[in-house]
Nanobody, 124 residues
Framework: QVQLVESGGGLVQPGGSLSLSCLAT????????TGWFRQAPGKEREFVAA????????YYSDSVKGRFTVFRDNTKHTSYLQMNSLKPEDTAVYYC?????????????????WGQGTQVTVSS
């Protein structure tokens, strides 16, 4: 079993940056891909970014490509989402998730473990 804990959310002005972390505990030696999703009020949870176990394969949604970067440090059992040039439409609860494969998965259905989420608010 894998437990995921996100941190790093908060309030930031448009154009600012935030870095989210996702710490995996419980079965840190397991191989899994990591995905980041977000959910705004009244909207479906949507894919943001994903990274495979080795870190060499990443995917991004069109809305964040060029602004967000996903990476990981398996020695620290942690994945990260660096968010730059934030916009008000990036406001949402951000979740990290772990797949049972080592691949970077885009579909929510490929993720078995989820964190509790962290709020990101972009506002002046």
């Amino acid at each position: 079993q894998v437990q995921l804990v996100e941190s790093g959310g908060g309030l930031v002005q448009p154009g600012g940056s935030l870095s989210l972390s996702c710490l995996a505990t419980g079965r840190p030696t397991g191989i899994f891909g990591t995905g980041w999703f977000r959910q705004a009020p009244g909207k479906e949870r949507e894919f943001v970014a994903a990274i495979n176990w080795g870190g060499g394969s990443t995917y991004y949604s069109d809305s964040v490509k060029g602004r967000f970067t996903v990476f990981r440090d398996n020695t620290k059992h942690t994945s990260y989402l660096q968010m730059n040039s934030l916009k008000p439409e990036d406001t949402a609860v951000y979740y990290c998730a772990a797949s049972l494969t080592g691949m970077a998965e885009i579909s929510r259905s490929r993720y078995f473990y989820w964190g509790q989420g962290t709020q990101v608010t972009v506002s002046s």
